[in-house]
Every structure is written in C-alpha cells, then in structure tokens.
C-alpha cells in the first residue's frame, strides 16, 4: 500500500506561482512513475505531468513551459512547480503514483487562479 499526501495548493492571481508537494509513504521501493493530475469543475480528470524514477518527465501541452515536475527519490516526495497560472489552470490536483501497474491517488489539493 502507497499513502500520497498533497500540500501547497491555495488561491492565487493569475501570472503569480504556486508549488504542490506529494509526499508517499508505505511500501514505496517499487514506485515507477510519479505525477500529478487535475480535475476542473464539470470536467474530466486531465493529466498534468509525470516524471518516472530515473527522471525523465512527460508534460500536457497546456502546461509546457510553465510548469515543472520534479522528483526527491530519497525524500519519496514529488513536486510541482506551477509559474505564470492561468484561470484555466483551476482545479483540484491529484498526486498520482503507480506502483507495479497499481495506481494510488492523493486526496486532492484545491488551485484557485483568479484573474
């Protein structure tokens, strides 16, 4: 079992930064992949980026060069560093591990850009 715990969300302007944390716990040696997700009210959970243990990253056209995941492997911790945020870019951002081919998620962390 993988426990994911988000930090950092919050209420922000547009064009300012924010940082999400995802920390895991549990049984983590096997974790491959690390990411996070996000949900805009009435739509469908979206990816946003992942990064795979040996660091290589994987991005959403919408977020590219604005956003940066990175990843801690000796903290087990997953970030995400979000820059000149848009109102679109509202929503509630899930940490997501996969684990042997078993998906784990956070509970969620709310971004709220205003404009």
């Known amino acids: 079992q993988v426990g994911l715990v988000e930090s950092g969300g919050g209420l922000v302007q547009a064009g300012e930064s924010l940082r999400l944390s995802c920390a895991a716990s549990?049984?983590?040696?096997?974790?491959?992949?690390m990411g996070w997700y996000r949900q805009a009210p009435g739509k469908q959970r979206e990816l946003v980026a992942t990064i795979i243990r040996g660091g290589s990253t994987n991005y959403a056209d919408s977020v590219k060069g604005r956003f940066t995941i990175s990843r801690d492997n000796a903290k087990n911790t997953v970030y995400l560093q979000m820059n000149y945020l848009k109102p679109d870019d509202t929503a509630v951002y899930y940490c997501?591990?996969?684990?042997?081919?078993?998906?784990?998620w956070g509970q969620g962390t709310r971004v709220t850009v205003s404009s």
């Open positions: 997501y591990a996969d684990q042997m081919g078993t998906a784990y």
């Open positions: 549990g049984i983590i040696f096997s974790i491959s992949v």
